[in-house]
């Protein structure tokens, strides 16, 4: 696999970590003194809203602080147009996201109504921006070293 790819590839396995809301998961993706920093770009001025720093402490937010899904509720992180660059043992990602809500409805007792056809639920796009890595190889594997997320609209933290 090229560079460009496994680059790509583990904010593939970002977003997956992150819907599954696996901690242990996302906390491999990061250098052990990794600084994850979270941003609401407000009409191209930034506003700092939450830093993490270290991998344990990231893996910890996602299994932690990410509300929990509902029954039959999920999230899809969606990420496109991915501009890579890498230099060596360094690279750089840019990608645009999208973040969806699933919430599939409840099969009746008694069935579908007549003519229900197809996905029983709904779909709400609640979260977009981009996904800014900074990378570096270790070992042989890319690990994020900094992640800037830009947000498109403001987010509350707890206790924040």
Not at 132 to 144: E, F, K, M, S, Y
């Amino acid at each position: 696999m090229d560079d460009e790819r496994a680059v790509a590839q583990v904010l593939a396995r970002y977003v997956r970590a992150a819907d599954h809301r696996d901690g242990a998961a996302m906390s491999a993706l990061f250098v052990e003194d990794a600084v994850v920093e979270i941003y609401y770009s407000n009409g191209g001025t930034r506003e700092k809203l939450a830093e993490i720093t270290g991998a344990e402490a990231i893996g910890n937010a996602v299994a932690g602080m990410m509300v929990p899904h509902p029954p039959r509720g999920w999230s899809h992180h969606t990420t496109q147009d991915h501009l890579v660059e890498v230099d060596g043992d360094e690279a750089a990602l840019d990608a645009q996201f999208v973040v969806f809500s699933i919430q599939g409805d409840e099969r009746p007792a008694d069935g579908w109504p007549a003519g229900a056809f197809g996905a029983q639920g709904t779909i709400t796009p609640i979260e977009s921006g981009y996904y800014q890595p900074r990378l570096r190889r270790v070992d042989g594997a890319w690990r994020i070293v900094h992640h800037t997320i830009l947000l498109d609209q403001p987010m509350a933290f707890p206790g924040a």
